[in-house]
């Protein structure tokens, strides 16, 4: 039915201790494009995540004992595996997530090369040896595993998302139990299905489907045997994640919500400039947390970038993400009825519609790629991480007023700007307050660098050697009485 060359990819229960667990209930997995049932899933609860958290807990002590190089071995085979069905796993993300399939496969080359890349960073993790004041003492560092991890991960990048962090995780010696979205735990499960092939062993990788989102994230938030907890998604649920985590003082690392500047200065190559605009605001019909939120343009290249990038938004092709369009659907219809309001409450503010503007006759969750003008840094449509495909484009005079409107927000993940002057590239890279700048760049995303937001943006990062002491613990050891 879904077209897939080894239908064994599509599982729909999930993975325990090396096994697949069905529960009395199940829910049903929608295709947003056309919200045809995917597929039948059994809704899995507290219990079984707290049986996933204790297999994780048994399989600890065996995994961590590994040598980083045993670990990659298996990391690997499970990344060459990714790969080799790479068409398989981006088929699956589309028909539960939406995205465009070319999208999708590069979400599974993106989710893999982190797998591929963790690999072989377990085995560059140094202790040290310091200098100690006393002659008859030593002071030692070890880095070691956490311990079990947990994490709920979003339905924007269902594969990548998990990737990401397991492959830290697992890299690092820590075992890993993830709660996907109950939207999109086909993508999780088939990696299941994979690390299973690969040889990774029982309760290192444990997937937990179920829609009691409150209770299965309580067990993984406040599970003694949990000793770090990581988060994908809004700031607003990692808020009260985070406080979940404190009755056990859980190691805690999230990715929150973003509001991201696009900056275009008057020296800019403006055709560069419309490309990466396009790549970071129309990427998922704008449903990622480093999507551009908001794009400045100097007052004397207002009308030549406005042009050009209408002329570019008016070419994207949106419909069913299996049919070669560049806009697939949003998740569902609420978060359209979101994007909707925010453009009204925006329009009835004094912006205006240049492009756009509508929900599109493709289907209930499909909105138009938009285009806003007139618009000021306080509208909702600004102010407001949005989430889908809308550009509102707010005009500025100088680089201090930009960089002032740009960092007057309490997110602080991705920024961009455009500009060619040596000076300006340094200075502004240095007083934007995110965790993430693109120069001359609208994709930044990449295993080798770290990934991650400041202010209310979140905590950590993902990807790099920075990601990989997100799953390690330092432990300070004084050797004594060396010279009796
Ligand atoms: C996200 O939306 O959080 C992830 C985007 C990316 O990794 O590029």
């Known amino acids: 039915m879904h077209k897939l060359k080894d239908s064994q990819l599509l599982k729909c229960c999930s993975y325990i201790n090396g096994s697949w667990h069905s529960s009395d209930s199940q829910f049903d997995v929608l295709n947003p494009a056309s919200g045809a049932v995917v597929a039948v899933v059994s809704n899995a609860g507290a219990p079984e995540t707290e049986l996933a958290v204790r297999s994780a807990k048994a399989a600890l002590a065996m995994w961590s004992a590994k040598s ?50 963790f690999a072989e960073e377990g085995k560059r ?15 030692l560092v070890f880095k070691q595993p956490v311990g079990v991890v947990a994490s709920i991960t979003p339905w924007n990048f ?73 988060f994908t998604g809004s700031t607003a649920v990692g808020k009260s994640l985070i406080a979940q985590c404190a009755s056990t003082v859980k190691k805690v690392s999230m990715e929150l919500g973003g509001n991201a500047p696009f900056i ?69 219809s609420s978060a359209v009825s979101d994007v909707e309001k925010l453009v009204a409450d925006s329009i009835a503010a004094g912006a205006t519609v240049i492009f756009g503007g509508k929900r599109d006759p493709a289907g209930e969750n499909f909105y138009q790629p938009t285009i806003l003008t007139n618009v000021t840094n306080d509208m909702p449509i600004a102010a407001n991480e949005i989430f889908g495909p809308v550009s509102p ?44 700048v693109g120069v001359n760049e609208g994709i930044i995303s990449n295993p080798a660098a770290p990934f991650g937001g400041i202010k209310q943006s979140g905590s950590g990062r993902e990807g790099s050697k920075y990601g990989l002491d997100d799953y390690l613990e330092i432990k300070y050891v004084c050797i004594g009485g060396l010279n009796k």
């Open 125 to 139: 993790v140094y202790g040290d040896i310091i200098p100690s004041a006393a002659g008859d003492k030593r002071i």
């Open 393 to 436: 484009i707010i005009s500025f005079t100088d680089e201090a007023e930009v960089i002032a409107l740009a960092n007057s927000t309490e997110y602080g993940l991705a920024s961009y700007f455009y500009s060619r002057d040596i000076g300006r590239i340094w200075r502004v890279s240095e007083r934007l307050e995110f965790g993430m």
């Open 264 to 332: 275009v200065f008057d020296d800019a190559d403006i055709d560069a400039a419309v490309q990466g605009a396009i790549d970071s605001k129309y990427r998922n019909a704008g449903q990622t947390c480093v999507c551009t939120n908001r794009i400045f343009v100097q007052q004397d290249v207002l009308e030549q970038f406005t042009d050009k990038f209408t002329m570019a938004v008016a070419k994207l092709t949106i419909g069913n993400g299996l049919d070669g369009a560049q806009i697939g659907p949003m998740i569902t």
């Open 158 to 230: 269902p594969n990548a998302m998990i990737a990401r962090k397991a492959a830290a995780a697992l890299a690092a010696g820590c075992t890993f139990v993830v709660r996907p979205a109950a939207q999109t735990p086909l993508s999780a499960l088939a990696m299941a299905e994979l690390a299973e092939r690969a040889g990774i062993p029982a309760g290192v990788f444990n997937v937990v489907v179920g829609e009691d989102a409150r209770g299965m994230g309580k067990v993984l938030t406040q599970h003694p045997d949990v000793a770090k907890f990581t």
């Open 68 to 117: 980083a190089n045993e670990r990659a071995v298996l990391m690997r085979k499970w990344f060459d595996l990714m790969m080799e069905n790479q068409d398989d796993l981006s088929r699956i993300l589309t028909l539960e997530q939406g995205k465009p399939l070319g999208e999708a496969k590069g979400e599974i080359a993106y989710g893999a090369a982190f797998i591929e890349w």
